[in-house]
């Protein structure tokens, strides 16, 4: 497998990991709001360089894990019960 191919394989399986967390957490004020803005932004911006530049595509994933656990670990973000 190539190092393009592992790299697909990757952001698919972290994009569905994402997207579940995502539908289980919430903010819990105002700047937890702001930062499941940029949150979604990248995960977005994420699907959109999937297509044409796989480094990206990850590194937008990378920055939206980065932000929702330190959203979670300063209190801005709480998964839902």
């Not at 709001?33 to 949150?39: P, Q």
């Not at 590194?59 to 979670?72: M, R």
């Not at 209190?75 to 019960?81: A, E, F, R, S, V």
Request: with cysteine; hydrophobic share 35%.
């Amino acid at each position: 497998m190539s190092l393009k191919d592992e790299l697909e394989e990757e952001i698919k399986k972290w994009t569905g990991k994402l997207d579940s967390a995502l539908e289980s957490v919430r903010a819990t004020d105002e700047r937890g709001e702001k930062l499941l803005v940029n949150i979604k932004a990248y995960r977005e911006d994420s699907g959109h360089f999937a297509r044409s530049d796989s480094v990206k595509s990850f590194e937008c994933l990378v920055w939206a894990w980065a932000l929702l656990e330190i959203g979670k670990d300063l209190g801005h973000l709480t998964k839902q019960t």
